[in-house]
Structures are given as structure tokens and as C-alpha cells.
């Protein structure tokens, strides 16, 4: 018991002490604040013109308010992800890597928590700062009480999901140096078919199964998804999945931890 | 029961190293055609080191040093050989390793950039999970050895280099390693700077037997703190004694310097010895004591004129090193 605690107090530090660090970047912060009220701005303009050209007032048996509430859920998401493959890029490059490298703790649960009270507090601002311009077009969301606990699980496990992706892709910065191009990548696929830009219920009925089964939209679409829509049924498919995922990427990762750390060239003298 | 707490036997390193040739047409051809060399940074190393030695771990630029720390601390894993510090293979048990030895990497930062550096000490109080009373103690007396009370609120961004440097090597003490890695740790330091990080350095090991392992070019960090020298160079040891032997083995030059009562008339001229220096009151000369004795220049010069003071020394250590490095 003794060392659980110093553990989960080791761990803890490194949250709140890069939490304090984040407190820097206020004007990033700021940057956010105005991107994500253009962004919705822009948003409910589009769908708004969708609908009424349509003449419809569902779309995939979605409504206009819902999709409204399913894109600053899926844009919460995505703004708030831990950008720790960034990190772990610039580590190796500037040489830093060789600290974090030979502290007694797990490398990558270092990254983890580094980047939690981070993604929590982004998470948090756009949220809140998205909500008054969407509530004000869109209303108040329908969710049920009952259903806020499940949906912070699916999304609690979307960003465990999406540290096991940028993990991959930031380890082959060991022996790359440079991951941008595969961040880009993964962040492309993420767009189309992890559900950010319209929910995969709006993609063509032949691509909605296999996007379904891939692992981007359940960083993306899944939370958002069960935000407007909860369904039982579509909650414990959605869990399944994360499980089978994570188990897929975390295996993944404990494979290319060993190969990456065996190749990994530090630079500087 | 040995008491060496590192042992390094037929360590080798080798690197594959992309090569691309200048210009855009380099640039282009490197896309679907990458050419890579192998470059050999350490081959075939074997040495050990006692619990509570200094050792000075030296070689010019690119010639393995940190290569060879790297794998030590566990970030490198050798293309060849074994190692084992405190009784862990360093690369397999990083970890476990990590909370008995301290690392300084010359310029690489650990310190949280917008934080001041009290911040980063708490932060490290919990990662080495140290009793929160020890590690205030240790943590006073880290900042008065090396005068940083007054830095510790400021956030590190805003701190000189010099000032960095004194709180990063505050930092990898906080938890009493037992073995100490210092890649360049006074680099960018001024004198007084240098002078409190070798004292408390020295202290260390006094008090607590901690073992130094320390690489610099600054030799006064090596004659200062390091009994025993290790040079390597191209990825090999060329050396491996007491830095007095080193002294002693590769250097006969002597270096005097006269001060006289009386202005002197006429140069100053020895077979075998060179004038570095010839003013009006004083004489600074320069001979290899194989080629001729000391006690014979020194009765040259007091048969010229009455002396004040007189100082022999050896010449630097760079000189000395500078030497080694030739070969």
C-alpha cells in the first residue's frame, strides 16, 4: 500500500507540476478560446444551410441541434489531445531524452500524466467556451443524467486510446527524430474517418462499417456520438471496441518500445 | 568482496549514419536512395570504477565520452559488450538503476522552463520518492553549496546560463545518488561558479562516498576533483592511470618564473631553454627536464642576478592532454 502511494503520488506531481507549466501558455489558451468559437460559428452556419436545403429535419436520424452538440464534442476531443509525440520528438532531438530517459519511473507513463491534467484543462476551456454559442443556437443538450457517467468512460478511454496512437508514433521519433509526417497521417485519418468533420452516420452507407471498426473513430466519433444519441446497445459495441483497440495498440507499443529503445540514437556530444 | 561498483568489459558502440550530399540534387536523391555509414563511437572498452572514486573521464570531440556515459546511465544499449553499474545492466534496468545515480548532460535542459527551479526540486522529491523531511535538509544544503537561495523563485527561462547550470546540478543531487554522471557540468560556468559546484562536488564524495564519473574539457575540473584519468579516443582507451602518473609520464617540461632585484641588462639566453617571457624585472622561461636538469637552469639564473622570487611549474594539464590527443 505503502508504494502505491508514493507511485500514485509520483505520478500525480507530474501532472500538476506540468499543469503549473501549461499556466505559461495563456495566450495558446486564448488562441483556443477563439478558434473554437469560429469553428462552431462556422459550423453552425454550414449544417444550419444543410438542413434547410434539405428541407429535412433529421439527417441519419440525427437532428440539427444534435449534430450541432456532436461537433463540439468531437472538437473537444480533438483540441484536447496530449501532443506528447511532439514531446518526445523534441526530447530526442534536443538531447532531453537522456533525463527523461534515466528517472525511475515508466517512460511512457511519464508522457501519460505529463499530458493529463494538460488535455483535461484544454478539454474543459473549449468545452465551456463552445457551449454559450451552441446552446444558444442549438439549445441545451438532451442528455440524460444517467448516461454522463458512461459517456465519460467511452471518452476517458478515447483518450487512453488516442495516447496509445501518438505513443506509436512519437517512439519512432528513437529512430526518425522527425514524427510529423505520421502525426499528419494519423491526423488526417482521424478527420475522415474517425468522424470530427460530420458523424459517420452521414458517410456513404459502403465506407460506415469499415470506419465503424477502425480505431479512429472511437477517439472522435464515439464519445460524441453517445453524447446526442445514447443508446445501450451502441455503448457496449463502442466499449468492445476500445478494448480490442487498446489491447491491439498497447501490444503494439510494448513491442516497438524495446525495438525503438534499442535503436535510439541521442544527439548532441 | 569486490568493491567496484562499475565494470565495463569489451563495450562497443556503433552508429548508422545517413549520409546525404550537399545540395538539392543530394537532397532529391536522398528520397529514394539513403546511403548510410557506420561509425564506430566506442569499440571495445573495458575498465572498472570503486565505490567513492573520481575518475575524469576525457577525450577530444567525438572521440566516445558520451557515448560510453549514455550507455552507463541505461539511454544507449551497446552493440557489443557488457557493463554493470551497482550491480544492474544498465540498459535493461533503466528504471531501478534510475534511483541510485545522477546525471548532469552539459547544456540539455531538465528543468521545467516556466517554472522556477523549487518547482522542479518538489517534482523530483516525489519522482525519487524521498521522505519529504530528508529532502528539505538535503535540499538547504545543496542551496547553500552552491548559493542559489536567491534563484529559486525565478523561473528558469529567465535564469543565465550560468545560473541554470548551478541549479540543473543542484537538481540530480537532491536524492543522494550514489554514483554521479557529469557530462561537462561546469560548460559556461564562471570561476566562482566552477569553484562551488568542485567543492560540493568534493564534499559529496567525501561525506558520502559517492562516486564521480566526469567528463570536461575543463582541466581544472579533472585536477581539482579526479585522482585517475581514462582518455579515450576514436572509441578506444589510451589511457588508464593517476592523474599524478599522467603528470609525471607525459610531461618533463618545467615552467620558471623569475622575479629579480635589479633590472635586467641582457637577454637571457640557455641551450635547451626557451624565453616565453623577458621583461625589465622579471624572466618567464620554458625547458624539457630530459634535456637538461632543473637545478641546472635554476643556478644559470641565480648566477645572472640576484633573484626576489622564483616559481617552478608544470605547465598545464591541457598541454599534457593536448598531447595524448595527437596520438
Not at chain 2, 9 to 38: D, I
Request: glycine share 6%; hydrophobic share 45%; proline share 4%.
Amino acid at each position: 500500500m505503502g508504494q502505491l502511494r508514493l507511485t500514485a503520488t509520483k505520478y500525480g506531481a507530474i501532472t500538476v507540476t506540468n499543469l503549473q507549466n501549461q499556466l505559461a501558455y495563456v495566450w495558446e489558451a486564448l488562441n483556443r478560446a477563439v478558434f473554437i468559437v469560429l469553428i462552431m460559428f462556422v459550423f453552425v452556419q454550414l449544417w444550419t444551410a444543410v438542413y434547410q436545403s434539405q428541407g429535412v429535419t433529421e439527417i441519419a436520424g440525427l437532428s440539427l441541434s444534435a449534430t450541432i452538440w456532436y461537433l463540439l464534442i468531437a472538437e473537444t476531443m480533438e483540441l484536447g489531445k496530449m501532443r506528447h509525440d511532439e514531446r518526445i520528438s523534441e526530447e530526442v532531438k534536443d538531447g532531453s531524452v537522456a533525463y527523461t530517459l534515466t528517472r525511475p519511473y515508466n517512460y511512457l507513463a511519464y508522457h501519460f500524466f505529463n499530458g493529463l491534467g494538460e488535455t483535461a484543462v484544454k478539454m474543459l476551456l473549449v468545452f465551456l467556451l463552445g457551449m454559450p454559442l451552441v446552446v444558444y443556437y442549438a439549445g441545451w443538450p438532451t442528455i440524460q443524467p444517467q448516461h454522463l457517467l458512461p459517456v465519460l468512460l467511452i471518452a476517458g478511454l478515447a483518450v487512453l486510446l488516442d495516447f496509445f496512437a501518438f505513443s506509436i508514433i512519437g517512439l519512432l521519433a528513437f529512430v526518425t527524430e522527425d514524427t510529423f509526417s505520421f502525426r499528419l497521417i494519423y491526423q488526417k485519418l482521424v478527420f475522415i474517418l474517425g468522424g470530427l468533420m460530420l458523424p459517420l452516420d452521414f458517410l456513404p452507407a459502403w465506407l460506415q462499417p469499415l470506419a465503424r471498426v477502425l480505431p479512429f473513430n472511437l477517439t472522435t466519433y464515439a464519445p460524441a456520438k453517445l453524447f446526442v444519441a445514447f443508446t445501450w446497445a451502441q455503448f457496449w459495441q463502442i466499449l468492445a471496441l476500445q478494448a480490442i483497440w487498446l489491447t491491439v495498440f498497447g501490444l503494439v507499443l510494448w513491442r516497438q518500445y524495446r525495438w525503438a529503445s534499442q535503436r535510439l540514437a541521442v544527439n548532441g556530444g | 568482496m569486490s568493491n567496484n561498483v562499475v565494470n565495463v568489459s569489451g563495450l562497443a558502440k556503433t552508429f548508422q549514419v545517413k549520409q546525404k550530399a550537399a545540395g538539392l540534387r543530394g537532397s532529391v536523391r536522398s528520397l529514394w536512395r539513403q546511403e548510410v555509414r557506420e561509425v564506430t563511437a566506442v569499440s571495445d572498452i573495458s575498465f572498472s570504477l570503486e565505490k567513492g572514486e573520481m575518475l575524469a573521464f576525457i577525450g577530444p570531440n567525438g572521440a566516445g565520452k558520451s557515448t560510453t556515459i549514455k550507455m552507463l546511465t541505461g539511454i544507449l544499449f551497446p552493440s557489443d559488450g557488457q557493463a554493470s553499474v551497482l550491480g544492474f545492466t544498465p540498459w535493461k534496468d533503466r528504471r531501478k538503476l534510475g534511483y541510485h545515480i545522477g546525471s548532469v548532460f552539459g547544456q540539455k535542459p531538465q528543468l521545467w522552463y516556466h517554472l522556477p527551479a523549487e518547482d522542479t526540486f518538489r517534482l523530483f522529491a516525489r519522482i525519487y520518492e524521498l521522505d519529504m523531511g530528508e529532502f528539505q535538509k538535503r535540499r538547504d544544503f545543496l542551496v547553500e553549496s552552491f548559493q542559489i537561495a536567491d534563484l529559486l523563485q525565478t523561473p528558469v527561462r529567465k535564469l543565465s546560463l550560468g545560473q541554470r547550470m548551478k541549479c540543473e546540478i543542484a537538481a540530480s543531487l537532491l536524492h543522494r545518488p550514489r554514483i554521479i554522471f557529469l557530462d561537462e557540468p561546469t560548460i559556461g560556468l564562471d570561476v566562482v561558479a566552477k569553484q562551488q559546484i568542485r567543492e560540493a562536488i568534493r564534499y559529496l564524495n567525501e561525506q558520502e562516498q559517492t562516486t564521480i564519473f566526469l567528463t570536461s574539457h575543463d582541466a581544472g575540473d579533472i585536477e581539482s576533483l579526479c585522482k585517475r584519468v581514462v582518455i579515450i579516443n576514436h572509441g578506444r582507451l589510451i589511457y588508464d592511470n593517476s592523474t599524478s602518473a599522467l603528470k609525471r609520464q607525459y610531461l618533463r617540461r618545467k615552467i620558471i618564473d623569475v622575479r629579480f632585484a635589479e633590472p635586467l641588462t641582457e637577454p637571457f639566453a640557455l641551450p635547451c631553454v626557451e624565453t616565453l617571457k623577458q621583461g625589465t624585472y622579471g624572466l618567464k622561461l620554458e625547458f624539457d627536464g630530459r634535456e637538461i636538469p632543473v637545478e641546472t637552469v635554476v643556478q644559470q639564473i641565480m648566477a645572472t642576478q640576484s633573484c626576489q622570487d622564483i616559481t617552478i611549474a608544470d605547465p598545464p594539464l591541457e598541454e599534457i592532454i593536448r598531447e595524448i590527443y595527437k596520438r
